[in-house]
């Protein structure tokens, strides 16, 4: 499969000096990439850990996420044993955001899949926290062939973006009380 190329989505508006620091698991074929700055040499469950937004890119596989996913949230899950000085799963004040890809419908039942487990597992979604690209049932075409962006992808990973960077912001400046 050959490489993804990167899509300009739009810039972020100005916010709070704080920013956020964004952790991203892309899933392609058969193969994850992961994405972070700085990330040298560091595991990806401390990257995980250490980033306030996880973002998690799968294609559609057979209708379901990739099995890749599953990996991914099946390790995630192993951290549920893990909480911090008061109890709360390291997860918590963790924002999550979910984008899928591929050639049949299936986006939203995807999404919904990946995002209980994040849930599950402690990550907080804010509104509107997928996007999703589907070309026709039964045609060849694929996102990383197309010569532009749709505008309506564009908008909604705009979306995605900024809420997903606002609803980090306030969890770090108000996190989720003791249980």
């Known amino acids: 499969m050959p490489a993804s190329r990167p899509r300009e989505c739009g810039t972020f508006p100005a916010g709070p000096a704080r920013p956020a620091h964004l952790f991203s ?13 700085p990330s ?26 990739s099995s890749i996913c599953q990996r991914v949230l099946e390790r995630l899950n192993a ?19 979910v984008a899928v890809v ?11 899949d990946v995002f ?15 996007t999703y690209w589907v070309g026709e049932a ?16 564009k908008a909604t990973t705009r979306a995605l973006a900024v809420n997903g960077v606002h609803l980090a912001r306030r969890l770090a400046d108000h996190p989720y009380p003791s249980s």
């Open 116 to 130: 209980q487990g994040l849930n599950d597992i402690g990550f907080s979604l804010a509104p509107g926290a997928v």
């Open 79 to 97: 951290e549920l044993s893990e909480t911090d000085d008061e109890g709360r799963l390291l997860t918590y004040n963790k924002v999550a955001a």
């Open 138 to 153: 039964q045609q060849g075409t694929d996102y990383q062939d197309l010569q532009e962006t749709p505008d309506a992808v």
């Open 102 to 112: 591929g050639n049949e419908d299936g986006a939203h039942k995807v999404s919904a």
């Open 25 to 37: 698991v892309t899933l392609m074929g058969r193969s994850a990439t992961v994405g972070s700055a």
């Open 40 to 65: 040298a040499g560091r595991p990806a469950s401390t990257l995980v850990m250490a980033a306030d937004i996880l973002l998690i890119a799968t294609p559609i596989w057979l209708g379901h996420p």
